[in-house]
């Protein structure tokens, strides 16, 4: 505990306390001033961008991963021959360094990159875009990036959901002539509450948090495009010398972590204890 406090509580406790003063992260002296950083922060566009993108890309990866991952586990739960090996491929993206992925496609989506050669020598030369640096399509380039390599974790998740449903189950439901979609959404859907529990909280809370991605990516551009909370304070914090500002973004980042986790919690565990 007495670790814990020294590495964790205390510099947690401190943080808070310099997100009310005017710090500039080396001088020793420095002024309280309130709610001022937090005053600023409603009134900054760009800051107010930046929280709208992390909610749109936790809740965008949330849905396509989770989705992608169940569709994936739905697959390779078959008796197909090639299942084994599908499942180390589908999930092999989810052991890689995140920023080694993030740089990776960084060249693969850049405008003489893979994807657009790809498109190119297949015909499609009105598909190439600029994905990184277009403002429109830069912020779902890091959405696809992000599912690309989590949704195969997503996906052992829920493997191992539907391998504990009992075979039995699946064998009453074919004798009673259900069919596979009636199958999943009645029989196999309730029973893998669990699974999705865990899901659902690991992508909103990675969404939320999201930063070497993004970062690696496009730095949080173009202009501020894919600003997420978490480069705005690393921008603010270590290129602009802000950081009572930035450690009122991470105040403010924390907060909305803990409510939007919380409340799913609390609706995913209804909804487990309803489907139990």
């Known amino acids: 505990m007495l670790l814990f406090a020294f590495v964790v509580l205390v510099p947690s ?26 005053t600023t922060m409603v009134g900054d566009a760009t800051a107010r ?42 999930f092999a993206p989810a052991v890689v360094t995140p920023i080694v992925t993030a740089y990776l496609w960084r060249n693969l989506l850049g405008p003489d990159g893979a994807v657009n050669s790809l498109l190119g020598a297949v015909g499609l030369t009105s598909w190439q875009q600029d994905w990184l640096g277009d403002p429109q399509l830069a912020l779902w380039a890091v959405v696809g990036v992000i599912v690309w390599q989590f949704a195969g974790y997503s996906m052992v998740i829920f493997l191992a959901g539907l391998q504990s449903v009992p075979k039995e189950i699946y064998e009453a439901a074919a004798i009673d002539g259900t ?6 959404w009645s029989i196999v859907r309730p029973l893998l509450a669990p699974a999705f529990t865990i899901n659902l909280m690991l992508s909103i809370i990675g969404g939320i948090k999201l930063f070497d991605q993004v970062f690696a990516l496009t730095g949080g551009g173009p202009g501020h495009a894919t600003d997420t909370i978490s480069t705005l304070i690393y921008k603010e914090a270590f290129t602009l010398g802000e950081f009572g500002y930035s450690i009122a973004l991470a105040v403010v980042l924390t907060i909305i972590v803990a409510v939007v986790s919380t409340g799913q919690y609390f609706f995913l565990a209804r909804n487990e204890r309803a489907a139990s």
């Open 49 to 90: 961008q930046a929280i709208w993108h992390t909610l749109l890309i936790a809740v965008a990866i949330t849905i396509i991963q989770n989705g992608v991952g169940l569709l994936l586990a739905l697959g390779v739960n078959s008796m197909i021959k090639s299942r084994n090996v599908l499942r180390v491929l589908l």
């Open 179 to 184: 069919g596979p979609v009636r199958r999943f």
């Open 13 to 38: 406790a401190r943080g808070v306390y310099y997100a009310f003063t005017d710090w500039d992260g080396l001088s020793p002296d420095f002024s309280w001033i309130g709610l001022g950083n937090f």
